[in-house]
């Protein structure tokens, strides 16, 4: 059943990205360069992607997951150095290549070397996150 | 070039059905960097399958629906390596400290009207239209 909802849901994420176009770099670039040929499509996807979700938080309500367990809290506290940082240093590579961690994937059997070099990349960087965070909490924390 | 933001209208509408899904279903939130980076370092093989099985429609979709898309697909990735390797160190870095990239904070948090999701969605978007800015404006590398 959760393996079933799983195949399910990554099947409308990646028909979704590629769909929206969200696997061409142009797109995401296009985007975030309000200097350059601006592009207003993530803002279509994004905007059409929050619709259903607005309605799936709302369906959570005194309900259960259909596959049992619970619905995720919020984590406390909400703000962070964490994410502010990390959020910086994602958006950086995000503009630099066009390319978020869903639509590597989603792209990966038609994206050429370029696209494997990135998501190993990708992968280097998240083994290598933990220890990168424990560094910055040293670095925040009041001397 | 006029109808696109249709399909990404559509798309859209999918992948917030695929979240809607994920998190009615199996009451997960549905993040692309948590779903990989859980089983990079470790702390989502407790759910390996699941995580195995979303990646797997994530990858196998675009392949099905390739021949109904009469549009020629073109990622316009960059041939510039150390741009695609500082990239890639980057997106995978910056994703798992802040807990979540354009899926977890954009989607499934701004929805939530979650302020950790439309935080972090205002400092990745600033930070990339500054990297475009930089890069592609003064110095003319990508």
Redesign the interface.
């Known amino acids: 059943m959760r393996l079933l909802l799983s195949l399910l849901a990554g099947a409308l994420f990646g028909g979704g990205l590629f769909i929206s176009g969200m696997t061409d770099t142009t797109k995401v670039q296009g985007w975030l360069d309000v200097f350059g040929n601006w592009d207003p499509t993530l803002a279509f996807v994004m905007g059409g992607a929050i619709l259903p979700m607005v309605l799936a938080w709302r369906l959570t309500e005194g309900r259960k997951p259909l596959a049992g367990g619970e619905f995720p809290a919020l984590p406390r506290p909400e703000l962070d150095h964490r994410l502010i940082t990390g959020s910086v240093l994602f958006g950086m590579g995000w503009g630099l290549a066009g390319l978020c961690p869903g639509p590597a994937v989603a792209s990966i059997t038609y994206n050429g070397m370029g696209g494997l070099i990135f998501l190993a990349a990708m992968l280097v960087g998240m083994g290598a996150a933990p220890a990168v965070g424990r560094g910055l909490d040293r670095l925040a924390a009041p001397a | 070039m006029q109808i696109?933001?249709?399909?990404?209208?559509?798309?859209?509408?999918?992948?917030?059905?695929?979240?809607?899904?994920?998190?009615?279903?199996?009451?997960?939130?549905?993040g692309?960097?948590g779903i990989?980076?859980g089983l990079?370092?470790g702390s989502g093989w407790s759910t390996l399958?699941?995580?195995v099985?979303?990646?797997?429609?994530?990858?196998?979709?675009?392949?099905?629906?390739?021949p109904l898309?009469n549009v020629d697909?073109?990622?316009?990735?960059?041939?510039n390596?150390v741009?695609?390797?500082?990239?890639?160190?980057?997106?995978?870095?910056?994703?798992?400290?802040?807990?979540g990239?354009?899926?977890g904070?954009?989607?499934?948090g701004?929805?939530?009207f979650?302020?950790?999701g439309i935080?972090?969605?205002v400092?990745?978007?600033?930070?990339?239209?500054?990297?475009?800015?930089i890069?592609?404006?003064v110095l003319e590398v990508?």
Do not use: K, Q
Not at chain 2, 12 to 26: E, H, Q, S
Not at chain 2, 105 to 108: A, D, E, K, S, T
């Open positions: 696109d933001w249709i399909w990404g209208l559509i798309g859209g509408v999918l992948i917030g059905t695929g979240g809607a899904v994920y998190l009615l279903g199996n009451g997960r939130i549905m692309a960097s990989i980076g990079v370092d399958w699941e995580r099985a979303f990646l797997f429609g994530v990858v196998v979709m675009p392949l099905i629906l390739w898309y697909i073109d990622t316009h990735m960059t041939s390596w741009v695609i390797v500082a990239a890639g160190l980057l997106v995978g870095i910056g994703t798992r400290i802040a807990n990239c354009t899926s904070h954009g989607v499934c701004i929805s939530r979650s302020l950790r935080v972090a969605t400092f990745y978007i600033l930070a990339g239209g500054l990297m475009l800015a890069f592609r404006h990508i």
